[in-house]
């Protein structure tokens, strides 16, 4: 079975923090993915990497960036955290390879920002 | 760019009954549709998926039918069970994926 882990279930950080969101994957998939996730809005992307090194923003970028320095790694980093950055973390992978399409998600990471 | 969109926001079904969740798609080039049922606290689980070559797919209980013709596929649950309650998402993927903004399911026991 694919798995996505994500480093933490429940983060509580103040308004100005730096904040790193980890995710790891064991599929050796090259496209990873982070979505926030908020009531009505659906799943909306931020950035997504498609190979080491490669990031892509994506709909909502802004206040965010990623790094991918491994393949199996991608990190979500909020500079300087808002309180309007509270909300639901999702990371996902996907194989680039074929058609294998399928999209797997993290546990997630419920980020309050106070 | 892709366009999901989800139908309906919320749906309460009596337990045994039928649930049944549509979506439309904008982008023709669109070719694989998968479902994903997020239960509270978790994150989204692939449940069944379908590809724009087939027009029907079933597993157990959950069946996806694919209209490409009109751009809309829909989610159907048979006997439905009280921890079929969730939310279920719909998505399309062309270049890139596109979810629908998601159905709250409530089986009523």
């Known amino acids: 079975d694919v798995k996505v882990t994500q480093s933490s279930r429940y983060l509580v950080k103040r308004t100005g923090e730096k904040v790193f969101l980890e995710c790891v994957q064991d599929m050796d998939h090259e496209n990873m993915f982070w979505y926030r996730q908020d009531p009505g809005l659906g799943l909306r992307l931020i950035y997504f990497?498609?190979?080491?090194?490669?990031?892509e923003k994506g709909d909502i970028p802004e206040g965010y960036s990623v790094s991918r320095e491994k393949k199996e790694r991608f990190s979500l980093i909020l500079e300087s955290a808002s309180t309007n950055q509270t909300s639901m973390y999702l990371c996902a992978s996907r194989t680039g390879t074929g058609r294998r399409d399928e999209q797997y998600f993290g546990p997630g990471t419920r980020l309050t920002v106070t | 760019g892709e366009n999901v969109e989800q139908h309906p926001s919320t749906l309460s079904v009596q337990e045994g009954d039928s649930a049944v969740i549509k979506c439309t798609y904008s982008d023709s080039a669109s070719n694989y549709f998968p479902w994903y049922k997020q239960e509270l606290g978790k994150g989204p689980q692939l449940i069944i998926d379908?590809?724009?070559?087939?027009g029907e797919k079933k597993d157990q209980r959950i069946a996806v039918t694919l209209n490409k013709t009109a751009k809309h596929f829909s989610l159907h649950i048979t006997e439905t069970q009280p921890e079929d309650s969730a939310v279920y998402f719909c998505?399309?993927?062309?270049?890139?994926?596109?979810f629908g903004a998601g159905t709250r399911l409530t089986v009523k026991p």
């Open positions: 379908i590809r724009s070559n087939v």
């Open positions: 998505a399309a993927n062309s270049n890139d994926m596109r």
């Open positions: 990497s498609y190979d080491v090194k490669m990031k």
